[in-house]
């Protein structure tokens, strides 16, 4: 795993950013963060991007006032009412298209994650296996990927 104060210094970009959309793919939660973008994507499509992802393929959850909101293994909790597809975009969805911003971050000495947002919301990204990617920071000015694995060292971060 990289050290801290890298992991501490890349995150460091996402202070006093908005964190606005939000979605899953293939069990991925996918964040869009910063200032809002259009591009023209493989397909030819045009959508909205932020000028960072978050990527995080581990363990995360979301809390506030010390009671859990939402985590990973919620995905497949269908919508009792069967109107929204997850628990997730339910969740998304109670403060978007408000925004949240990233107010302050914090790291342990095993590298789990504590992004404090605005409206009293953490986003906790833990680690939780020895041989995996947790997660992974993504600047879209730059393509620069900035992996977050068990077993990486400081020169894993990838163009894409």
């Known amino acids: 795993m990289h050290e801290i104060s890298t992991i501490q210094q890349k995150l460091a970009a996402l202070l006093g950013q908005v964190l606005w959309d939000g979605f ?3 069990g991925i939660l996918c964040l869009r963060i910063g200032e809002k973008r259009l591009i023209t994507n493989r397909k030819q ?6 000028r960072y992802s978050l990527h995080i393929s581990g363990v995360w959850r979301f809390w ?9 293994g919620d995905w497949a909790q269908p919508d009792p009412a069967g109107v929204e597809p997850s628990a997730l975009h339910r969740f998304l969805h109670t403060f978007w298209p408000q925004s949240l911003f990233i107010r302050s971050i914090q790291l342990n000495s095993i590298g789990d994650v ?3 947002l605005s409206q009293g919301y953490c986003l906790e990204l833990l680690i939780s296996s020895t041989n995996n990617e947790y997660w992974r920071l993504i600047d879209n000015d730059t393509d620069e990927h900035f992996i977050v694995e068990a077993h990486d060292d400081d020169d894993s971060t990838e163009n894409s």
């Open 114 to 116: 504590q992004l404090h």
């Open 45 to 50: 499509q045009e959508v909205e991007i932020g």
């Open 64 to 72: 506030q006032h010390q009671q859990l909101i939402i985590a990973d």
């Open 24 to 26: 899953e793919v293939a």
